[in-house]
């Protein structure tokens, strides 16, 4: 041990002291500045579950490798990140004593190997990262870039240490080859050894290369334990916990369910809630839990999200990315405001801090913070603009992607909810749509009444619940689409008309039934829904009376009915077994209870809903339902769990579009870009978006006038009705197993529409095809220029 090796062995250990002192008390802080949030019980176990989905999602980076060019060289850095640890701290001894080597398994064969492989992966890994940062630069694709808003600087800096900590450790390992200290095998050195063989024979470059690796290192944790929103860094450490305690400890991404609104860990009760005492959403950043604090802390700025948002990739100013950095800027910023005890009252009004000079010590940024709204426009001093917060149509894509778990969708609806309810500040459109539901039970505002006109021009006769339920095996849930929007109507049509010829006994509640409150929910107006679901919830329970739990079956046909009935009703008392009529539909065929006999020999698409696809993971059944009806399947470019959002969801099916591109027309879009002959779906108000997509295509000269929009269930009944044979009568006998795919009783099918009926597409088994958009406004309204 030479004098130089304990010069660079002091500075060394200094550095290492001051680095390891800063960035265990930025660990100490940051630990408590996300204790800030509102408590969250939920996520406190079971632990072997949690603990597996963990290890599943990190060892095998099964939600980082969505992103197939990106996952591999993320799984070397992090691996060379996580056991390149042991070649750092082995550093402290090679730097006084070149021959130092960990007892035991220092010259073992495999640690060498082991050592060769984290030095290459993470040199590897660290430079195709930055690579791929560069290539997707927002310089060269403007907004359509996943990193434009991101820090490039802080990634860049990670990168440079994870390069330089790689190089470090084939320096050490090269030059202790070429001074005689080690002679490992070719096959556990294969760069390194040949490396060695052109380096000269110094055991102080051993030393050398052990500081510049150690160096590195402590650099890194001294400048991210002075930066704390450096979520690029700190996700090296808080993706473990973000991943333990997501929503779900089944492993299952914050989708489907909306998280309860919650006061103080608890879901509010409205009747014993008190707006003075509960939190109704999040009006303030400390309104959030400590989970969408450890959120904030722990997002990457990848990118992932924002990718995937149709807000964002239609010019909106929504980047749920940009959310997320923008809260966590602003809770870290308001931070030392809440540790020395602030807090405001619902008026604004400081009721945390007393005294003669209550803001003696704390920072003047913090204060200044915290006198921003949390929802406000840039005049305001805003953290989230509103445009910002009412863009979202809760589809879900930015939660399906992230590789670190962080639940956008509940914290953009928490912050509406607060908007709603406490604020009374939310899209004028929306005004409507709350009173309908709570006065008529629809969005739509029409008569309970009505609800079952859609059963007028059936040839046979739809049984109505008249309080037994028989010997039905379904309740079928019609929803307010199906019974009051024109379009929707033939989906329903068509449902009642396959079960009918499957012989399926089912019933429905005619004006017993109600919305679900998933508009309400959605955007924020937790109050409504709960009055709707409660009183579903007691229909239904009284419709099911008696019957086991097992044999309480609902069929829907509406994707955002569906995820209400099957994964929020049950948190109100509401279970039940609830499928899709595309996966009911399917599972016929495949009974052969349902035969098409002429096939629709035309192109397809099919558009996945959100809320069926990506909430509930139901992606084959309506493809099978397509190849079934014998239609050529052509998917577009984005589907599955990375399918483009309508553009309806999150109650944006009544509001306006007046930002950017409409999302319904960039859906469109791409659906024409495969030449289909119609364009399937398998929820009404995709139906409803895309038909208005494609009238507004047709009106420009951009699609043609045959492309039309239907329902996965209209293919399969137009190839099982035309299998009947044209003008051929089926008798009211058939039933399942006996002339499968026979129209309903007495029904003609085929041959001319009735006098001055307009005769629709192959699909359109009623022989009407729908009404032009611009004739008849249903949906999102569209604009003038949209029509030209």
Request: net charge neutral.
């Given at each position: 041990?030479?004098?130089?090796?304990?010069?660079?062995?002091?500075?060394?250990?200094?550095?290492?002291?001051?680095?390891?002192?800063?960035?265990?008390?930025?660990?100490?802080?940051?630990?408590?500045?996300?204790?800030?949030?509102?408590?969250?019980?939920?996520?406190?176990?079971?632990?072997?579950?949690?603990?597996?989905?963990?290890?599943?999602?990190?060892?095998?980076?099964?939600?980082?490798?969505?992103?197939?060019?990106?996952?591999?060289?993320?799984?070397?850095?992090?691996?060379?990140?996580?056991?390149?640890?042991?070649?750092?701290?082995?550093?402290?001894?090679?730097?006084?004593?070149?021959?130092?080597?960990?007892?035991?398994?220092?010259?073992?064969?495999?640690?060498?190997?082991?050592?060769?492989?984290?030095?290459?992966?993470?040199?590897?890994?660290?430079?195709?990262?930055?690579?791929?940062?560069?290539?997707?630069?927002?310089?060269?694709?403007?907004?359509?870039?996943?990193?434009?808003?991101?820090?490039?600087?802080?990634?860049?800096?990670?990168?440079?240490?994870?390069?330089?900590?790689?190089?470090?450790?084939?320096?050490?390992?090269?030059?202790?080859?070429?001074?005689?200290?080690?002679?490992?095998?070719?096959?556990?050195?294969?760069?390194?050894?040949?490396?060695?063989?052109?380096?000269?024979?110094?055991?102080?470059?051993?030393?050398?290369?052990?500081?510049?690796?150690?160096?590195?290192?402590?650099?890194?944790?001294?400048?991210?334990?002075?930066?704390?929103?450096?979520?690029v860094a700190w996700h090296r450490f808080s993706a473990f916990f973000n991943i333990y305690f997501k929503r779900s400890d089944d492993g299952s991404v914050a989708l489907g369910a909306l998280k309860p609104m919650m006061s103080d860990g608890k879901p509010v009760d409205f009747d014993e809630a008190d707006p003075e005492e509960d939190v109704f959403g999040a009006g303030q950043v400390e309104d959030f839990s400590w989970k969408g604090w450890l959120d904030f802390s722990t997002c990457t700025e990848c990118g992932r999200c924002q990718s995937q948002c149709p807000a964002w990739n239609t010019g909106k100013?929504?980047?749920?990315?940009?959310?997320?950095?923008?809260?966590?800027?602003?809770?870290?910023?308001?931070?030392p405001y809440l540790m020395a005890g602030g807090k405001k009252d619902m008026t604004g009004e400081e009721i945390g801090l007393t005294g003669d000079n209550p803001h003696a010590g704390i920072d003047v940024l913090a204060l200044a913070e915290s006198e921003r709204p949390l929802v406000g426009t840039g005049d305001d001093g805003g953290v989230i603009d509103p445009d910002m917060l009412w863009s979202c149509t809760s589809c879900g894509a930015c939660v399906e992607q992230c590789p670190v778990d962080i639940e956008h969708v509940d914290h953009i609806v928490d912050m509406r909810r607060y908007q709603v309810m406490?604020?009374?500040?939310?899209?004028?459109?929306?005004?409507?749509?709350?009173?309908?539901?709570?006065?008529?039970?629809?969005?739509?505002?029409?008569?309970?009444?009505?609800?079952?006109?859609?059963?007028?021009?059936?040839?046979?006769?739809?049984?109505?619940?008249?309080?037994?339920?028989?010997?039905?095996?379904?309740?079928?849930?019609?929803?307010?689409?199906?019974?009051?929007?024109?379009?929707?109507?033939?989906?329903?049509?068509?449902?009642?008309?396959?079960?009918?010829?499957?012989?399926?006994?089912?019933?429905?509640?005619?004006?017993?039934?109600?919305?679900?409150?998933?508009?309400?929910?959605?955007?924020?107006?937790?109050?409504?829904?709960?009055?709707?679901?409660?009183?579903?919830?007691?229909?239904?329970?009284?419709?099911?009376?008696?019957?086991?739990?097992?044999?309480?079956?609902?069929?829907?046909t509406c994707a955002h009915c569906f995820n209400t009935l099957a994964n929020e009703y049950p948190e109100l008392g509401g279970k039940y077994e609830v499928v899709h009529h595309t996966q009911l539909l399917n599972r016929l065929v495949r009974e052969k209870r349902l035969t098409p006999m002429a096939p629709v020999a035309e192109d397809v698409t099919y558009h996945d809903p959100c809320f069926l696809g990506r909430h509930n993971k139901v992606y084959e059944a309506p493809r099978e339902l397509v190849g079934a009806s014998g239609a050529t399947m052509r998917e577009m470019p984005r589907h599955g769990d990375r399918s483009m959002c309508c553009g309806a969801g999150g109650a944006r099916m009544w509001m306006e579009e007046r930002i950017g591109k409409r999302i319904n027309v960039e859906r469109v879009d791409e659906a024409l870009g495969t030449a289909p002959a119609k364009i399937a779906t398998g929820c009404p108000f995709c139906r409803v978006m895309l038909n208005d997509g494609v009238t507004s295509r047709q009106?420009?000269?951009?699609?043609?006038?045959?492309?039309?929009?239907?329902?996965?269930?209209?293919?399969?009944?137009?190839?099982?009705?035309?299998?009947?044979?044209?003008?051929?009568?089926?008798?009211?006998?058939?039933?399942?197993?006996?002339?499968?795919?026979?129209?309903?009783?007495g029904q003609e099918v085929g041959g001319a529409a009735g006098a001055g009926q307009e005769v629709g597409g192959e699909a359109e088994a009623d022989g009407r095809a729908d009404v032009p958009t611009d004739e008849t406004a249903t949906g999102t309204p569209q604009p003038d220029e949209d029509k030209k």
């Open positions: 041990m030479g004098a130089l090796q304990i010069t660079m062995g002091a500075i060394g250990v200094a550095a290492s002291i001051a680095a390891w002192f800063v960035f265990l008390s930025g660990v100490v802080r940051q630990v408590r500045i996300i204790r800030l949030g509102q408590p969250d019980a939920t996520r406190n176990g079971p632990f072997v579950p949690r603990m597996r989905t963990l290890i599943k999602e990190f060892a095998a980076h099964t939600r980082m490798n969505k992103f197939r060019h990106v996952g591999p060289w993320h799984w070397l850095v992090m691996w060379g990140f996580l056991l390149g640890s042991l070649a750092l701290f082995e550093a402290y001894g090679e730097i006084f004593v070149p021959e130092f080597a960990w007892p035991i398994i220092g010259h073992w064969a495999p640690w060498q190997l082991l050592l060769e492989l984290l030095g290459l992966g993470t040199v590897a890994g660290g430079i195709a990262l930055a690579i791929i940062r560069q290539r997707n630069h927002p310089r060269r694709a403007d907004q359509q870039s996943r990193f434009a808003g991101s820090n490039f600087a802080a990634a860049y800096f990670v990168e440079a240490v994870v390069v330089i900590e790689g190089l470090g450790i084939l320096g050490v390992k090269a030059f202790k080859i070429s001074s005689g200290i080690e002679d490992p095998a070719l096959w556990t050195s294969f760069v390194t050894q040949p490396l060695a063989a052109v380096l000269p024979s110094a055991t102080v470059a051993v030393s050398v290369m052990a500081l510049i690796k150690l160096l590195s290192g402590m650099i890194w944790l001294a400048v991210v334990g002075r930066n704390l929103t450096w979520g100013p929504l980047s749920p990315k940009l959310l997320i950095t923008q809260l966590r800027d602003h809770a870290y910023a308001k931070a406490i604020e009374s500040n939310f899209p004028t459109e929306l005004n409507g749509m709350f009173k309908n539901l709570e006065n008529k039970g629809n969005p739509w505002g029409q008569n309970a009444k009505d609800r079952l006109a859609w059963t007028e021009d059936l040839d046979f006769e739809v049984p109505v619940f008249d309080g037994e339920l028989g010997d039905a095996e379904y309740l079928f849930w019609v929803g307010c689409a199906g019974a009051f929007e024109d379009r929707a109507k033939k989906t329903t049509r068509a449902v009642a008309e396959l079960l009918h010829h499957a012989g399926v006994k089912y019933t429905v509640l005619g004006p017993e039934e109600t919305c679900t409150g998933d508009p309400a929910r959605r955007a924020g107006n937790e109050f409504v829904f709960q009055m709707l679901a409660q009183q579903n919830v007691e229909v239904l329970n009284s419709v099911f009376e008696g019957v086991e739990q097992s044999k309480r079956k609902i069929v829907v009106s420009d000269g951009a699609a043609s006038e045959d492309v039309e929009v239907v329902d996965v269930a209209q293919l399969l009944l137009s190839a099982v009705k035309r299998g009947a044979g044209d003008g051929q009568k089926v008798p009211a006998s058939v039933g399942a197993g006996e002339a499968d795919g026979a129209a309903g009783a």
